[in-house]
């Protein structure tokens, strides 16, 4: 991994909190923290080379954001995903999620349609490379969050966006497809593109269906595969 580094001024203090913020959540989405792991002040200070002030802030929104959790006397730690974690996150997705689809095929355009469209082609692509190339898991994975981002944004609702947004980085992205098989990741690839095909029909009840019915697949990985600190991780969608 590449070591970031940032210029710290007063000027420029809460702009280094946001990328040391950044740095270690997305350190948590590909799994270089893991569940249960303490994150360091003095270690994250050090590998980015900021004082420790931008460092604490950083730690302190994270755990406010639920990423991580303050455990008295020892530090920050990851935040393991639990069954009943995943059962929540997804009672609130499958009702917010079809009628975000639902909305964005009302108000979808052709630019952002195109894009989705590219996105989805890009990661049934990959899947096709998984069993050569396991490493592809993560791209998946994020392009797979690029993708659903990208259908929430399209609704035009700001505050559903906001909402979804909070709940759905918890379970899109800082999950990967580690216990997807490929049955499982090529039916997830035909949602994808079958949204994309209710989408440019007109249809929003079609694709508002199609959405819960991958959200109810990858609800059953999800609760399946909780975080343990000795498991495999848990899955994605």
Known sequence: ?????????????????????????????????RAHEYVREASVARELDVSRTPVREALRELVSEGW?????????????????????????????????????????????????????????????????????????AFLNHDFHRELITASDNQRLVAVLDSVVRTSVIRRNFGNYDLTNLRRSMRHHREMLEAIAAGSPEWAANVMRAHLLAAQALHVRFPDSPDGPGASSE
Do not use: C
Request: glycine share 4%.
């Open 1 to 33: 991994m590449n070591r970031p580094t940032f210029a710290e001024t007063p000027r420029v203090a809460r702009t280094a909190t946001a990328e040391v913020h950044n740095v270690i959540k997305q350190r948590i989405l590909d799994g270089h923290y």
């Open 68 to 140: 991580l959790e303050a455990i008295p006397h020892h530090g920050a730690r990851v935040v393991a995903w639990t069954e009943k974690d995943a059962r929540e996150v997804f009672e609130l997705r499958l009702v917010l999620e079809p009628m975000a689809v639902k909305l964005a095929s009302e108000r979808m355009d052709n630019a952002r349609l195109a894009h989705l469209e590219a996105l989805a082609g890009r990661m049934e692509a990959l899947v096709e490379r998984i069993e050569r190339e396991p490493g592809v898991r993560n791209e998946i």
